[in-house]
């Protein structure tokens, strides 16, 4: 992994209620072998409860199947009280039909094989189909017995219901599997055999048709209560010890959707994560123009750029403050100019959040973010690497993250000749007219840059037809290269050696995300505990912290915060197959915004931890920091009230925490660097419950005759409370008026356990500036505590 990278990281996530109803085991429906001609369908893999029966032309009267049964074309298959069954087709699609349902396999395959089409009639009851691996688009049919209606379903998920006299279609997404990057899924409807005349079509996770006597309904987005009723009428009472262990995932409406792409442990936390962000957040998609209330129709085609009024209406309808844009897709790099460039294949990953309420586009940097990356080529799987090693120079990845801190806080109004298009300097973005009261999205980048040795760069890659889903994304920029990131296969293989590392490191990559964007001086600290032996990334000591000196732009306090990463996340919930997890399954804690941790293969293990997370003071704070195995042992951070239960064994009374070493440098006004020693003593003071005060210092001695610079500085620390330190843990931040001199600026002061207890080490990071034009930073670890005060 590149540890020289000081730039950012980026948040996303697709919101789609997935849920898993059957803990079935998975069984290859072989079709049509050599030696039989008849017309297998698939197989059965559960069958729960007292009455379920099957009808077959080839033999007489109902029977009960088995777990593992052939189904075949023609079967009918019925479900009573308490009881339900799962069919796994030969196409790999999987039908789950709820108690007292009927349904017949009306036609699968052929026996030669050549038909590729399948038909399941829906007669009464609940069905819940699940697309399989071999679907080709809408070759599965599913009709509805008495209405003359045909549903045909590519890729997704769709339960169908029978509630008081009507069929409700409702569209789930994805199959849990799905990393995110494949369509949503699409499901048609059409009348009798006019399949060439759609009636109506779902496309968001969420939405509904009604199917009755009144025909197909317009798409619609299902409210709590109808939501309630359709998994109400669906999901069954199971007799305890009758059939295979079942597995519920919850009501649809407390899933982020993130778990989707994290497995059970990762749904679980993401559940969690945006509860607590706003409990009245939805995570179901918004409502459609054109309901029964009233609303008001688009009046431009489908497809063509909305103008700016009718996005504003669009606007104006959303019950989701939040819309947020998530795809992979494509990208190029050319290198060089002329008659012989260089190009490599790669991908670009938009997440672009849009706040409808204050009519904003990208409302925070770096949480709306463009990030291209020629180490993968495939959109669909990036574990596949490339082999070429062509990337962009690391001046160009640099500007184009301050183009994409200039892309934040777009206004609708700013969109060109009064339409829905806008062009920053990262990205471009076009809101279009959609089917049925949707709207769909296309979003690009072309950037172009160079190197020192003005070697020029172009980076282009986009998608079209995006759908928005509501909320906002998990992900923050990140530098990091997803090649250098350990697939889950890769994470496993080092789990052989057993036990735990522990990653840790510090950053001065601090940003300002609100308003104006802003680089802010400051410092980060991070750990990130890697458990072999129960292949868990998070949990036990691992944190990020930050502190960072106040924006001139916004003014405030120095700001300061702290974030246990406390919740040990499963090897097999990272995203998109790799070591990569996001900080909402690390931690529950409400300060953060987004982010993502990352473990990675290197001499040692190596990682990458990219965060959003809220100072305190009102303001987001952006870090990105590389992590590396530790070569000594690290403490946790200290409580506060472990740390004052110390003191109260040690006998109160003022300790000191000293050390000093060579660790300092400062980049001189003409560009150059020197480097020098830094030195501290800080007192902390059990009997009035202070850090600092007396003479607590931190000293900078540069001597560089190389260069003739010298710069030698002592600044005295004021004292503060223990109640300043961070969400109740020993870490504290120091600003400029703390410090009795002009060059210190921040300091971020960390207290950590040791063998004996809280508080036995501590370290100080620090950033100043020499007067002269130079800026600077220091950092003295493991100082170690010391009875008495400082005597400086």
């Not at 998608?463 to 350990?486: K, N």
């Not at 020197?674 to 005060?693: E, H, L, P, Q």
């Amino acid at each position: 992994m590149k540890q020289n990278h000081i730039a950012s990281m980026l948040k996303a996530t697709v919101a789609v209620a997935g849920l898993i109803l059957f803990a079935a085991p998975v069984m290859a429906a072989e079709c049509f072998d050599e030696d039989t001609d008849d017309p297998k369908a698939g197989n059965a893999t559960a069958v729960v409860g007292p009455e379920v029966g099957v009808s077959r032309s080839s033999r007489s009267g109902v029977f009960r199947p088995e777990s593992g049964d052939d189904m075949f074309s023609e079967d009918y298959v019925r479900t009573g009280d308490d009881s339900h069954l799962q069919l796994k087709l030969c196409d790999w699609s999987t039908y789950s039909f709820s108690p007292n349902s009927e349904s017949a396999i009306s036609e699968f395959y052929d026996a030669s094989g050549a038909g590729r089409r399948r038909v399941v009639n829906f007669v009464r009851g609940g069905v819940r189909y699940s697309s399989g691996r071999d679907t080709e688009p809408g070759s599965t049919e599913v009709e509805i017995q008495d209405s003359g209606v045909t549903m045909g379903v590519r890729g997704t998920n769709v339960i169908v219901v029978e509630i008081e006299g009507f069929v409700y279609a409702l569209l789930e997404g994805p199959l849990r599997d799905n990393s995110g990057l494949s369509p949503k899924g699409l499901v048609d409807f059409w009348i009798d055999e006019n399949r060439d005349q759609i009636e109506a079509s779902l496309k968001r996770p969420g939405w509904v048709v009604r199917i009755g006597p009144d025909g197909i309904s317009e798409p619609y987005r299902a409210d709590e209560e109808l939501l309630k009723k359709i998994y109400d009428a669906f999901l069954p009472v199971i007799p305890e010890g009758d059939g295979d262990e079942q597995d519920y995932a919850g009501d649809p409406l407390n899933e982020s959707g993130q778990g989707t792409q994290e497995g059970d442990d990762g749904q679980q936390h993401a559940s969690k994560r945006g509860l607590q962000k706003n409990s009245d957040t939805e995570y179901y998609p918004e409502r459609p123009f054109g309901n029964d209330e009233g609303d008001p129709d688009f009046t431009v085609p489908v497809g063509d750029i909305l103008p700016l009024d009718l996005l504003d209406d669009y606007a104006g309808l959303q019950t989701s403050p939040d819309g947020n844009l998530f795809v992979i897709a494509p990208a190029q790099l050319t290198v060089g100019s002329g008659s012989s460039p260089v190009t490599q294949d790669g991908v670009v990953m938009f997440q672009i959040a849009i706040d409808w309420a204050n009519r904003t586009i990208a409302p925070e940097a770096l949480a709306s973010f463009v990030k291209f990356d020629f180490t993968v080529t495939d959109p669909s799987d990036l574990t596949q690497r490339s082999m070429t090693g062509v990337e962009p120079s690391p001046e160009v990845i640099e500007a184009f993250l301050e183009a994409q801190l200039a892309s934040a806080g777009v206004s609708f109004m700013l969109g060109e000749g009064g339409l829905s298009a806008f062009d920053t300097p990262a990205f471009s973005l076009t809101v279009r007219q959609g089917e049925n009261g949707a709207v769909t999205v296309d979003v690009s980048s072309e950037f172009e840059g160079s190197d020192p040795n003005n070697t020029p760069y172009i980076l282009a890659g986009g998608a079209d037809d995006v759908l928005l889903t509501p909320g906002t994304g998990e992900l923050a920029y990140f530098s990091e290269d997803l090649a250098d990131v350990y697939t889950l296969t890769e994470l496993d293989s080092v789990s052989i050696r057993g036990g735990s590392v522990m990653l840790e490191g510090a950053s001065t990559n601090v940003i300002s995300t609100l308003g104006a964007p802003a680089r802010l001086t400051g410092w980060s600290v991070a750990q990130l505990e890697v458990d072999f032996a129960n292949r868990t990334v998070g949990g036990g000591s691992s944190f990020v912290a930050v502190s960072a000196a106040a924006d001139p732009a916004i003014g405030g306090d120095n700001a300061v915060q702290y974030v246990a990463l406390d919740q040990a996340a499963s090897f097999d919930s990272g995203l998109f197959g790799l070591a990569f997890y996001t900080l909402a399954s690390l931690s529950s804690d409400p300060v953060v915004v987004a982010g993502e941790a990352m473990v990675g293969p290197g001499d040692d293990y190596l990682g990458d931890l990219a965060a959003i997370i809220e100072d305190g003071e009102g303001n987001h704070l952006y870090t990105e920091v590389n992590l590396s195995d530790s070569n000594f042992n690290i403490g946790a951070i200290s409580s506060m009230a472990d740390f004052e239960a110390r003191g109260a064994v040690l006998g109160g009374g003022v300790f000191n925490f000293d050390g000093g070493f060579d660790s300092a440098q400062v980049q001189r006004a003409d560009g150059g660097f020197s480097f020098g020693n830094a030195f501290a003593g800080i007192d902390i003071d059990f009997a009035s419950r202070t850090v600092g005060g007396g003479d607590s210092y931190v000293e900078i001695i540069i001597s560089d005759a190389l260069n003739s610079y010298a710069f030698n500085s002592v600044e005295f620390l004021s004292a503060v409370s223990f109640d300043d330190a961070a969400n109740g843990a020993g870490v504290f931040g120091f600003g400029a008026d703390e410090f009795s001199g002009s060059n210190i600026e921040n300091a971020l002061f960390l207290i950590r356990d040791g063998v004996g207890g809280a508080g036995e080490t501590a370290d100080i990071y620090f950033n100043f500036q020499d007067g002269m034009g130079g800026v600077g930073v220091g950092a003295i670890e493991q100082m170690t505590r010391q009875p008495g005060a400082t005597d400086y």
